[in-house]
């Protein structure tokens, strides 16, 4: 560990202790969810629907674990996913310059894949027409239906490392059968990334047009699914060190 990573980890236990600090942060998340803050940002073009914290933190782990496959549930406007390609794109180009090689955009060696029950043929025209569309791959129908988990695991088949992102539909039934499905899949020292967890420290009435809300989100269905897994943890380091995100305890880090 550098002397900057220790100085990190000290400041993240002074923030975690700070109860003001820890008040503050959730006072804006509470606020800014109900004036939807996140729909505010783009990457590369397309609408990304993330707080810029979670993209920093997505930024760090796909560095540090540099995957061959990273694997979405929730597809919406296309920004996670170009993000996602654009971060495979970085780590190709930055290994051909290590190692002394050309680097061809054309013949991507890593590869995003993105599922959603319904993409919307503006939102697809879109994704095909981007700059980033070589290192992407869509199927389309239920994250949870069978034959979808099977063309998944299918397709991971051919990556060693694999990371997970799951941001679909935010019920505890459906975010529980999408980590049963695709956690696995995430390889031993990465991760799967459960977004939405916040929900559980809204408001009730936030979420008054959604089927999901207080005790019925992905926050619940994580304890349940590590109270019967124990291949998973948590890592807190990191929602401690973010204090504004969308997925606190939903950094989850695969051990064996």
């Known amino acids: ?18 109860t003001a600090l820890q008040s503050a942060a959730m006072d804006f998340l509470q606020a800014s969810a109900k004036a939807q803050y996140s729909y505010n940002f783009h990457w590369m073009g397309r609408p990304i629907i993330q707080y810029p914290q979670d993209i920093v933190a997505m930024q760090e782990l796909i560095f540090d674990i540099k995957p061959d496959l990273i694997i979405e549930t929730g597809i919406a406007h296309g920004g996670s996913l170009i993000f996602s390609a654009s971060m495979l794109a970085l780590l190709e180009m930055t290994e051909a310059i290590e190692a002394g090689t050309i680097f061809d955009p054309n013949q991507p060696k890593r ?3 993105g599922i959603d029950i319904d993409i919307r043929a503006q939102n697809r025209a879109a994704i095909d027409a981007h700059p980033m569309r070589s290192r992407i791959e869509m199927i389309q129908g239920s994250s949870v239906d069978s034959d979808v988990v099977n063309q998944v695991k299918q397709i991971a088949q051919g990556y060693k490392k694999v990371l997970v992102c799951l941001d679909s539909n935010h019920t505890h039934e459906h975010v529980l059968e999408e980590l049963h499905a695709y956690a696995p899949l995430a390889s031993e020292g990465s991760y799967c990334v459960v977004f939405d967890t916040l929900i559980e420290d809204m408001a009730p009435d936030t979420y008054s047009d959604r089927p999901w809300g207080k005790g019925d989100n992905p926050h619940t269905a994580i304890q349940s699914y590590l109270r019967e897994n124990g291949s998973f943890e948590i890592d807190r380091q990191i929602h401690d060190r973010l204090l504004i995100t969308v997925a606190r305890d939903g950094f989850l880090r695969r051990l064996s």
């Open 111 to 113: 590869k995003v894949l």
């Open 1 to 18: 560990m550098t002397p900057f990573q220790t100085e990190i980890t000290e400041r993240t236990q002074e923030m975690r202790d700070n």
